[in-house]
């Protein structure tokens, strides 16, 4: 088993350490992780909010891969924060970096939080939900320093409406410009595997939406916890496998050195 999407004690709101994830994981038997810690800028651009001390990172990562590195394979990525009026800043902060993988990630619309009530408050579900999956498409289009786009549906976890739902046949015209964004560009689309947690059913995307990015060719898939706690890190991922294979995907992405390898479902135990 696989997981890439993994916060450790990089990233201020995780609780885990990079590792005691390694000793957790081998004793589960994966085969292969991949640390994604946060790095964000704050909406000024002026200091981070979620900030990556890169140095010691390289450092621990380098650490437990000399440990454990004999029994799984450990990879070192990250998730980075895209805001589209703040992209050339982060891809001058990117440049003399090193990683296995990059997770963009959509934590900020027009500025704000996304996880904050304000974002949502006195407007339509419709409104926030177009104007977040616009800043999506921007950040995809004009950004090409990721290698896969993480929690497609993220707004669904924080938005403050009854109906949490993201359905394809609502927002069909700026989820295609995504997803065939993302194809075109040789992007992947990750399984965020959080949703359960949310109570948002199987998986972030729905499986809606990998169905349809399966349809426009899309292959690149990565599945993430998107763990910040022992219990997150700590459950069956099989399911979520078998739900990606039953959307139509026959591999699950992996990459070293920003290389794509596409690991056959069949092979992950
Ligand atoms: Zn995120
Ligand atoms: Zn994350």
């Not at 709101?13 to 390694?22: A, G, I, N, P, R």
């Not at 994966?30 to 390289?58: A, K």
């Not at 990998?210 to 022992?230: A, C, M, P, Q, W």
Request: net charge negative; glycine share 6%; with cysteine.
């Amino acid at each position: 088993m696989i997981d890439y999407h993994i916060h450790t004690q990089f990233s201020k709101d995780s609780k885990l350490t990079m590792e005691d994830v390694c000793k957790q994981a081998i004793e589960m038997g994966l085969q292969e992780i991949c640390f994604t810690d946060h790095w964000d800028l704050n909406p000024s651009g002026e200091y981070f909010d979620f900030d990556l001390n890169y140095q010691s990172y390289t450092m621990e990562y380098i650490r437990c891969s000399e440990m454990y590195g004999d029994k799984i394979k450990i990879k070192k990525g990250l998730e980075i924060g895209l805001q589209s009026h703040l992209l050339d800043k982060i891809d001058k902060l990117l440049k003399d970096k090193n990683f296995d993988f990059i997770l963009g990630s959509i934590h900020y619309v027009n500025k704000v939080d996304l996880f904050k009530e304000d974002f949502y408050k006195n407007r339509e579900k419709s409104e926030a939900f177009n104007e977040y999956l616009q800043e999506v498409y921007t950040c995809i289009t004009e950004f090409d320093n990721f290698d896969c786009l993480g929690h497609l549906d993220v707004i669904r976890r924080y938005c403050i409406y009854n109906d949490k739902s993201l359905l394809y046949d609502d927002y069909m015209e700026i989820l295609d410009k995504i997803l065939i964004m993302l194809v075109n560009k040789n992007k992947g689309l990750e399984a965020n595997i959080s949703a359960e947690r949310y109570g948002l059913g199987n998986i972030l995307p729905s499986e809606e939406i990998f169905k349809r990015y399966g349809d426009l060719e899309g292959k690149i898939v990565t599945l993430g916890s998107d763990s910040h706690l022992n219990e997150h890190f700590k459950i069956e991922r099989k399911k979520y496998i078998n739900i990606l294979k039953e959307c139509g995907f026959t591999h699950v992405a992996s990459f070293e050195n920003r290389n794509l390898c596409l690991i056959p479902i069949d092979e992950l135990e």
